[in-house]
């Protein structure tokens, strides 16, 4: 079976490159000064021993990040960056993860490194029995599993077009078996490129047995390994499952999971479950931490562990299964243990897999990166830019701690960086990006259904529940919505349940209207497009309106809509209440663009300095807009007798819109404790009368001190059925009030 | 205080039309030969002894339809129009409504004359008492009476631009009794236009007290009439009701509600409510069946009646009110009793009442119907252009009965005409028409809060239910039709229950979909928008397609929507699963536009056969619409070698579309008792499994003889959160599946 014709097939050749991927990352918790923290593992990350994307692996200071499972390597880059913005914001602000695979330096007694405070008693139990085992010390190495599975389409495919086997489960386990086989005996090559782990810190060896720097100690016989009685054949699923369990049964290994190979076969089950389940996926886990990127790995080094597979998945092996994979082990060791300045001297090998590799990518026409193939032959050319190489060369203007803690604290600051975003996800909406972050701080499964339509599926344990927009959910009825959405309905059930709303009248053309000219004439009064929202074709009356500006506000609103609403104007200040089930949970008061002088700045200056907010940016990426100083800005500055380079007095506050939208540069205030309890009981009464779980209903008040009950002190505007959520998280002005939390407690009251 | 001047002031003059009106129309039950009915009253009212709608009055025969408050005369008519189709169709087909106040021939004991058959006892025991009090026979008189009150603006506005009175609520009750008064005393004018009961039918006297034939019997002291020691004092409330109580208390009525006066003081409670809470409306009780109208009365009349009692506000009453009103019942007397062919003795002050009404409307700038003072002069100068004028005419040539049942018969086909729509609703969609009937017929209270907007209030006692378009309802959450709305989440969730689903790719741009050319090249396919649904943008490739073509179908799809899916294309045939909770009610197959030849016609002559079906109509607003004839027929007609003028041989089918949507002259056939629960049960399991109750879920299914179980037997294409009903309840084919009836049990089960 030459797989390689198999994969040129064209039946085969379009699913070529359908791949999945998963990554396990570990690091050590240290402090700002690079000691290992003291602390225990968050309180906050509340599934904490099932927890889906941070766990502890061998101690209470080893962090692991764990991504699901991804359909591309950017998705999984993706998730991998988003988990270490939720770790790093739930480990708090004074500490940080160990940017290597060789840990910091450690405690001088091995009791002082603490095993993994779990509740699991088997667990603990297991990790007690490592530490005899292999002595602490080596089981804080930390690196990253590369879970890795072709696309079932391309097995498929393959299976489809050879006729040498009949089974298609024992095809795929032997598909993944000359994979494993061949990247047991290539994997020199990682070492080389991509090892990381020249020397170790204080502590970490009782006796040391290396005097140079190395590639990589990690995947050396220094690193973390079985003893040498630990043989285990990958010549066949049965001889694999069968010495595997020898072992164990001879006590060589406590259970299955206790062989550290450079491969491990998996199919989402137990070790005995390989043999009649067959192979569905496999984990390499001799991937050091890149200390140059934040997250660990970098994106080439992940396209490249895909394209290596495949390149080995086509690539004949020996003739003797077992002798070619105990030469990868030799060849692994070998290459680890070089100098990390020195030419390897398997360069002429690696150089062929690279041309090898190459042709591959272009008979398959696949993609890769630009300078893909450039940057592996100049790390090849010069072992300077192989990673190990950097991190000794770097090492040696200082120390290895030192550079470790720079590294450390750039990963830092750069995580802290946006607290209201997950770099991974900005194409998506704030707010969902918000609850992203929070359900993966709760342990809840995040699968994101369709991105563009901000539609995630979100699971704990058997639980499932779907959310588009961050607040969209199955707690709301259909009707609700539908309810909100038009203003017409909203009012005539608001004023027949009690609650006071701007009366007036709906109109479906324009002759109808001026007709009813009389009724609004000497009375303060809006004219609106029914189902527009962002102000377009709005005009307010505030003391009536000659008939030729109420016929010029109609024709205005009428180019909107086909509906227009003629509506009683209520003075007061409008807020915005965010009700969830019953209860309000954020008021907002929102003020059109402005900024206030200082008796020597200009209105520019003034909101140049404004603008410096790290709140505040462009198109919806951020909390906050950017003031912006065009058109409408200026003729709203001459109306009030200003231009740009007017100096507004000391606390004067100048407006430079109309509109209150923060979309156009306005602030965000919260209101939350200010707002009299009666007002929040109107308002989460009134979305209660809609029948609706989450709303944001905008009341106008007179005046905050007057109590509700007394005549004319409220009016209802409307209630919005998808309400922004990140302007009462980031405002401007006042408390942050986590809505996007309430949200998933109130999704998953579980979850404690 | 000058009502008159009052009215024409600027402040009240914008409100002066504003006003509510509610009718009650009795009408007697007969068979097709016009002879009393012996049935009871029908079974499927099913809220009968509390129904809003439909009631009966003193006799089991006679029918009372009610309609609810509403803001106009359109409306009100819309409503008794729609609850005449109801009634029409709740006592089936051999049956009718005798279209005249007196009543049909009855029998000759008034033994057989049945009172209600009423649940509650005292309802049977009152009207036992008035069979005994006055006589069944009189109690067989219908007609209907018309419920009025001015809008509350109008009298907020008036009550503001008056200083005599401080108390509104007084007010508001002076301004009620002084058109009350004032109407009491002009009501001859009602019975000189509009009385409408000229003879009486066999055995309804006893003795025989007219000879000679009179404008209206009904409003005559022949008529429904208290005995003569009745006498009840309008002066003010507090007059009324103590009289009334003094009736009562002396034994001369049994309740209040036996005091038959021309106008009844309203407030929507017990007489006694009346001094303390004032008058809030007013009940004409002196109209007499049109007989010329299918619902008894016309919109002219309707609007008369607004104007009069506006132009009865603004007239000045006599100095002593008691006397006034006495007078008042003389001259009624006095008109009903002329002979419908003879002038009215008051034509002079009839024409001067004319003339000022019409006064008032310039004043006010009122708008009435085209011809309205024309028509009323002309009934003034021409007697026989009255109502009674006219039925007598017309009975001279046969007799009234004769002409009573030719008229019953009109309205019979006219009320059974087109069963799928309300005729006063045929701008909203045939489903919500439907809805609204069954909602009627079951007794459901139905508001219209947004007529544009298909969205309906129900309410059962006090359970409210809001609805639109007929199916969206409080019973599906927002997610779940969310999820119905985006395919590509729709697929993900079903493919990952284990349901079987066409695989294939989303593309964001043409590019990356072009690159995937080879994975789709040699497979059946389909190319469409994401989210539009027209069917506009999709291409069908059966057989694989070449790159050209692939090009152009991605082009066409991606000029619909910026997402497009590349799909597996499924073979079968399409049918729609309506399921309701959990259920499936009805399956339809949809077949495109075609004819069956019969080897004599051609196929523009078949075609113009089969839109002669009366279910086919244009624009949306019959279940089923005309087969055109236009471009794309003629041209799928060349493609199969056929032209206009062709003759099909008998029995050949004939298609003109491409598409199977009704929409475009498509069959709709029903198939719910020939799928198999097999299929039921997946389409059931998939909406259950979207989280959706209401769905309309298509499945392309290979053979419906091969189980559902066997591989690829079934795919799901979509699911539908607003599926058509209407073309379940009429389909081409088939049986009927009433779903709006199966959707108002779901929303009220207590409802049965």
Do not use: C
């Amino acid at each position: 079976m030459d797989i390689k014709e198999l994969l040129a097939n064209d039946r085969v050749k379009p699913y070529v490159s359908k791949a999945r991927f998963g990554i396990e990352k570990e690091g050590q918790r240290v402090d700002l000064s690079g000691n290992l923290a003291t602390t225990n593992h968050p309180e906050i990350l509340s599934a904490r021993d099932e927890h889906p994307y941070i766990q502890r692996d061998f101690a209470e200071t080893q962090m692991e990040l764990i991504t699901p499972v991804t359909d591309s390597v950017e998705e999984l880059l993706s998730y991998l960056s988003a988990i270490h913005e939720v770790a790093y914001h739930s480990i708090g602000d004074q500490e940080m993860l160990w940017p290597l695979s060789m840990p910091p330096q450690l405690p001088e007694s091995e009791e002082e490194i603490f095993i993994a405070k779990l509740k699991n008693v088997e667990s603990v139990q297991y990790r007690r029995y490592l530490a005899e085992t292999y002595g602490s010390r080596k089981q804080m190495i930390s690196g990253i599993h590369y879970n890795f599975e072709f696309g079932d389409e391309l097995i498929q495919a393959l299976f489809n077009v050879q006729s040498d086997m009949d089974d298609y489960k024992q095809f795929k386990t032997e598909i993944y078996l000359k994979v494993t086989r061949n990247y047991l005996h290539y994997r020199w090559l990682v070492n080389y490129f991509y090892g990381a782990s020249p020397s170790s810190e204080k502590n970490f060896f009782e006796d040391r047995p290396l005097n140079e720097p190395v590639r990589s100690i990690r995947n050396s016989r220094y690193g973390y390994t079985n003893s040498d009685d630990i043989k285990v054949s990958y010549s066949s699923i049965q001889n694999y499952v069968s010495d595997l369990s020898l072992m164990v049964k001879k006590g060589l290994l406590s259970e299955e999971k206790e062989f550290y190979s450079a491969v491990r076969l998996r199919n989402g089950h137990q070790i005995p479950h390989l043999e009649t389940n067959g192979i569905s996926y496999i984990e390499l886990r001799n991937i050091d931490l890149n200390p140059f990127e934040t997250h660990g790995i970098s994106y080439e080094q992940a396209e490249f562990l895909h394209l290596f597979l495949l390149y080995l998945l086509s690539k004949d092996e020996g003739a003797n299964k077992d002798e070619w994979v105990q030469e990868g082990d030799t060849l692994s060791d070998l290459v680890a243990l070089e100098h990390p300045l020195q030419q390897t001297q398997l360069r002429e090998e690696a150089e062929t897999i690279i041309d090898e590799m190459e042709q591959l990518v272009e008979i398959m026409s696949l993609t890769v990166s630009n300078s893909f193939f450039t940057n592996l032959r100049e790390m090849l050319a010069d072992p300077s830019k192989t990673l190990a190489g950097r991190l000794f060369e770097e090492s040696e203007k200082s120390s290895q701690s030192e550079v470790a803690i720079r590294l450390a604290k750039e990963n830092f600051l750069q995580l802290w960086d946006k607290p209201y975003q997950l770099t991974g996800f900005i194409d998506m909406e704030l707010s969902t990006q918000l609850l992203m972050f929070d359900a993966i701080q709760l342990g809840i499964r995040v699968e994101i259904l369709d991105r563009q339509d901000q539609f995630l599926k979100l699971q704990f344990k058997d639980h499932v529940e779907y959310v588009k927009n961050g607040n969209m959910t199955s707690k709301d009825s259909y009707i609700s919505t539908l309810i909100m959405e038009n203003k017409t309905v909203t009012k005539k059930i608001l004023h027949k349940r009690g609650f006071r709303v701007p009366l007036g009248d709906e109109f479906n053309d324009i002759e109808q209207a001026l007709r009813s000219y009389e009724i609004f004439a000497a009375t303060p009064f809006v004219v609106k497009p029914k189902t527009t929202n962002y102000g377009l074709g709005i005009s307010i009356f505030k003391d009536g309106a000659t008939y030729e500006d109420y016929q010029q506000a109609l024709t205005l609103a009428f180019q909107e809509d086909t509906s227009v609403l003629i509506e009683e104007f209520l003075d007061g200040t409008e807020y915005r209440f965010f009700v969830l089930n019953d209860e309000v949970h954020a008021v907002l008061l929102r003020t059109p663009a402005n900024v206030t002088g200082d008796g020597k700045q200009t209105i520019e200056e003034l909101v140049n300095e404004k603008n410096l907010d790290p709140l505040r940016g462009k198109d919806h990426r951020t909390p906050l807009e950017l003031i912006q100083l065009g058109e409408l800005e200026q003729l709203m500055l001459k109306g009030q007798g200003y231009q740009l380079d007017s100096i507004p007095k000391k606390d004067e506050v100048v407006y430079l819109r109309e509109n209150s939208n923060v979309s156009t540069g306005g602030d965000s205030i919260d209101m939350t404790d200010q707002i009299p309890d009666d007002y929040k009981k109107i308002a989460a009464d009134a979305v209660a009368a809609l029948g609706a779980k989450i709303s944001g209903i905008d009341l106008i008040i007179e005046d905050i001190n007057v109590p509700a009950a007394e005549h004319k002190a409220y009016g209802i505007i409307e209630a919005n059925f998808n309400p922004s959520m990140y302007m009462h998280i980031y405002p401007y002005k006042g408390k942050s009030r986590r809505l996007t939390m309430h949200i998933l407690h109130y999704l998953f009251p579980e979850v404690v």
